[in-house]
């Protein structure tokens, strides 16, 4: 089984601080995290998820509110600063919503559970004159796994963001996009393909994968000291994107079960020079 370093020692954490674990909703520090309900009219809501009757939720099913990226920087180039504020909303009242439950022992019921809520994951800005940048519109994720705040990588004046999205699979093989904001719209700058164990894991809760992907078992945390371990996790991971210079940069991929670096020319982004790092 693919186990992240830290998880054996959360693990060992959690089963001296048990009992006084509260699987309730948590709030993170550090990085800011949006519980607030957000009013339908200010998110890309599509017409292809009518309102449905989700079914009565098992009563010991405890909801886990989940973690909601927010991040700085001058995403349109106006030599201002805006946030972008994750969004995990529900397809049936259109409001913000839970993305886990504690005490489910299956992950496949996790997911139904999720499914059946036709979730809308995408993320806004605190500038209403950029628009949304739509992460999920199918239903089909948990919200995001990562986000982050790149830089200006191309030299146009502009801060790139990467994203992760946490999809309702059983596959443990990801892609890794780095988004621009141009011409009024987002659009993908580059992408690679990645895996998610090699993510840090959120506040709240955290994986396990094996060799074909997540494993059944999601664990679950509402404890303090164990979500200030998993952000601190979260604020020292650099990411897989490393600037070398204006319109070049360093990624770590996935290439045939290989993990790779590769350095990137931007402006030629199908020519890149790889090296094998294990």
């Known amino acids: 089984m693919f186990m992240k370093p830290h998880v054996v020692t959360l693990l060992f954490i959690i089963s001296l601080l048990f009992s006084c674990n509260n699987p309730g909703q948590k709030k993170a520090t550090g990085i800011a995290v949006s519980t607030k309900d957000t009013p ?14 989700l079914k009565k939720v098992h009563k010991n099913y405890t909801p886990v509110f989940g973690y909601r990226f927010i991040i700085t920087g001058d995403f349109d180039g106006d030599g201002k600063k805006e946030k972008l504020v994750e969004h995990y909303i529900s397809g049936i009242d259109y409001r913000e919503t839970n993305k886990f439950y504690d005490s489910v022992s299956d992950y496949g019921d996790l997911v139904d559970l999720a499914h059946k809520k036709h979730p809308l994951s995408l993320v806004t800005c605190t500038n209403k004159s950029i628009h949304d940048l739509l992460i999920d519109d199918n239903g089909i994720s948990f919200g995001l796994s990562y986000l982050k705040n790149e830089g200006d990588l191309n030299g146009d004046g502009t801060d790139e963001v990467s994203y992760v999205v946490d999809w309702t699979d059983w596959s443990s093989l990801n892609t890794w996009y780095i988004m621009t904001y141009r011409d009024r719209q987002w659009k ?26 997540r494993e059944n078992k999601i664990m679950y945390t509402g404890n303090d000291t164990i979500n200030g371990f998993l952000e601190k996790d979260l604020h020292d991971f ?41």
């Open 40 to 53: 339908a009219q200010s998110i890309l809501l599509t017409k292809n998820h009518p309102p449905d009757t």
């Open 238 to 278: 650099k990411g897989l994107v490393k600037k070398i210079k204006t319109n070049k940069i360093q990624i770590i991929f996935d290439n045939n079960a290989d993990m790779e670096t590769a350095i990137v020319d931007l402006r030629h982004p199908k020519h890149r020079k790889t090296i094998r790092i294990n």
């Open 188 to 213: 993908v700058l580059y992408s690679f393909e990645m895996w998610d164990w090699q993510l840090p894991d959120l506040p709240e809760v955290f994986n396990q994968y094996g060799y074909f992907g």
